[in-house]
């Protein structure tokens, strides 16, 4: 079985309206592999919270920044952070995202 069995697709966040409705750009597909985890959200008020979410490992370094919609088969997620790895060690880059 492959390190990276799941296909994903990948949307920037290009802008987000007066109502705080986010619009995203061409999603990009990448192979992935997505682990179900839960992830801790800082509310508004600076409240953590644990939120349903996953752990998505994609190969390489590709350019996913915070707030890009991710599609996972029926599962959409909202990237909350990365781990940025370390440098010039090859790996596949891991992002944090919370269900949208």
Do not use: C, K
């Not at 800082?42 to 350019?63: L, M, N």
């Not at 781990?83 to 995202?97: H, L, W």
């Amino acid at each position: 079985m492959s390190q990276f069995p799941h296909t994903i697709q990948v949307a920037a966040r290009t802008a987000i309206d007066d109502n705080g409705v986010p619009a995203y750009g061409t999603p990009v597909e990448y192979r992935a592999n997505v682990q179900g985890a839960r992830v801790i959200v800082t509310s508004p008020e600076g409240v953590q919270i644990r939120v349903p979410g996953g752990r998505i490992f994609i190969p390489g370094r590709p350019a996913v920044d915070i707030g890009a919609r991710v599609t996972h088969g029926t599962n959409t997620y909202e990237v909350m952070g990365a781990d940025p790895g370390e440098v010039g060690i090859p790996a596949p880059s891991e992002f944090y995202a919370r269900l949208i």
